[in-house]
């Protein structure tokens, strides 16, 4: 705008000019397209923060004073935290204003330094402007990658680079051509830059995937306390009141180095969580050998992944699929594409799609096979062949052919049903004294078709997992089964959430999803729980 309006003829320019700067007219004009920069984006907390900012920035120049951008951005926070306190806690207002935060304190170092403001000087313009592009990308992507890490579990490696590359055409072509396009359409009814912006759109998002491709783009990290992201930005905020003194910034590293330190020793557990996928099934399995297992994958695989990718797994050993019912398999696919899948088991009568499984070695398992590994062996109870020519092929419901493994670690079992119902509970029977477990997953979630009482009391386990959604329309787990679960020590994760059981020495150590989630204190014992949790990772 102070372009535009220094071509305008000299008669008006001076009348403008009585009043106002051409800074200042600039600043007025610009006002109203902030406004709608702001209804366009739908009011999201990183375009309000912008907002405030650049609205502060304005008014400065209007008012002919200078602002800080510290202020400015602290302004921008306490506005939004008055109008809903609960931001704070949001992961988009966390990124958005820790982004700006480094990028301020970088700038500013940089702009401090005067032998940088000598080497401004001298350089180009163009080289300027590619210092400041490297030096605010890599000011972001620092800051905000400890709180990437925490909640995504991986570190993008090649993300400065797309930034640099996509950020100014993005920012400087697509978006602009995009706006006016839209106020175009309003007067003409055509979107006039259409082949333009879907062209610079579609190139976009073929170079993303280009660079996302390249081997080590990103980093997988397991998860970790949340007090280690606390202490990166505590390092960081001592650094700057310290008047910059090297030291504050080691000691959060130290730290850090401690926890991987020990995190590598880590001795290797039988673990077992199953996790809350809705009406469906999905269990990881983390063996005692450091393999991956993955029993029923839900019906998007979504949960599942994401749990994999909190553990900091990039692979899966084996995906073992209880029976066909898309609850049980539906998120196959999504897995497959996400994670390498060495092998897949199943019970020989799931059908796939030619050349689904060409990498991954297949296997069926029947009822006595026995797989073995270090500190763990995992038995076979059902199906098998003669159970089909029992009740006849055709009449055998999709429920009652599930897969029902026992996984035995060092001392404690754990016994998978699928979704048998009273027919093959009856059936296993039969294995007699092998079918003892200390956990029992829950057959059918719980649906009163399952509660074959002589088949629990077989089973006599401690511990049992009913794995059901919230408000399902079938009503599991039904009255019938808890009733023949009477005595039993019951998880759901329709009300607990994933469950996670870790077979140690003392015994089972049961953690749910629940007992990791912070919680309103009414009391110093609830506000001490809330801090234990700081140092704990589920």
């Known amino acids: 705008f102070k372009f535009l309006i220094k071509a305008f003829p000299y008669r008006i320019l001076q009348r403008i000019t009585i009043f106002l700067t051409t800074s200042q007219a600039a600043a007025i004009l610009c006002l109203p397209f902030m406004l709608a920069y702001l209804c366009l984006s739908g009011g999201s907390v990183p375009a309000v923060r912008s907002f405030i900012m650049v609205n502060l920035f304005l008014l400065g120049l209007i008012i002919g004073r200078k602002g800080f951008w510290l202020n400015s951005l602290l302004f921008a926070a306490f506005i939004l935290t008055i109008w809903e306190p609960g931001v704070i806690f949001s992961l988009s207002f966390q990124l958005s204003f820790i982004a700006v935060l480094f990028i301020g304190f970088s700038v500013g170092i940089r702009e401090d330094d005067r032998s940088v403001r000598q080497a401004h000087d001298e350089d180009r313009r163009v080289l300027r402007y590619i210092k400041n592009a490297v030096l605010i990308t890599l000011s972001a992507s620092i800051g905000t990658a400890p709180l990437v890490a925490y909640h995504f579990h991986y570190f993008s490696i090649i993300s400065p680079i797309s930034n640099l590359l996509l950020a100014p055409v993005i920012g400087f072509i697509l ?81 850090i180095m401690i926890y991987l330190f020990f995190s590598v020793f880590e001795k290797n557990e039988l673990k077992i969580t199953f996790l809350d996928v809705g009406q469906g099934d999905s269990s990881v399995i983390e063996l005692p050998d450091g393999k991956t297992m993955v029993i029923d994958t839900g019906k998007t695989g979504r949960e599942t992944a994401s749990f994999l990718r909190y553990r900091g797994k990039e692979a899966v050993d084996t995906i073992v699929l209880s029976h066909v019912h898309t609850d049980h398999t539906g998120g196959l696919d999504y897995l497959i594409k996400r994670f390498k899948v060495k092998e897949l088991w199943d019970n020989g009568r799931l059908i796939f799609p030619e050349n689904f499984t060409a990498n991954i070695k297949h296997r069926t398992l029947n009822r006595d096979d026995v797989v073995e590994g270090k500190g763990y062996s995992i038995y076979v109870f059902h199906p098998y062949p003669e159970f089909y020519t029992m009740y006849g092929n055709e009449n055998v419901e999709a429920d009652n052919d599930s897969l029902v493994l026992k996984i035995k670690g060092k001392n404690k079992s754990f016994l998978f049903t699928g979704d048998i119902e009273e027919e093959a509970e009856e ?7 092998w079918l003892k477990s200390n956990v029992i997953k829950v057959p059918h979630h719980g649906s009163k078709t399952s509660a074959y009482k002589p088949f629990f009391e077989a089973v006599s386990p401690h511990v049992a997992i009913i794995s059901a959604g919230r408000k399902n329309p079938f009503g599991h787990p039904h009255e019938e089964t808890l009733y023949a679960l009477n005595g039993i020590r019951i998880f759901r994760t329709d009300l607990d959430g994933a469950i996670k059981i870790e077979e140690s020495e003392k015994g089972l150590k049961i953690r749910t999803y629940k007992d990791f989630q912070f919680e309103k204190a009414r009391s110093l014992t609830e506000e001490t729980k809330n801090l234990k949790l700081l140092f704990e990772k589920w």
Not at 427 to 433: A, M
Request: glycine fraction near 4%; charged fraction near 10%.
């Open 175 to 255: 978006i602009p051509l995009s706006i006016v396009s839209s106020f175009l359409f309003i007067i003409t009814g055509h979107y006039t830059f259409t082949p333009i912006v879907s062209t610079i759109s579609d190139v976009s998002i073929s170079l993303v995937k280009l660079l996302s491709a390249i081997p080590f783009a990103d980093i997988k990290i397991p998860a970790f306390p949340p007090v280690l992201v606390l202490l990166f930005y505590a390092g960081f905020i001592f650094y700057f009141l310290s008047n910059k003194k090297r030291y504050p910034l080691i000691i959060p590293f130290i730290f």
């Open 427 to 433: 059936d296993v029977l039969h294995i007699g004294k």
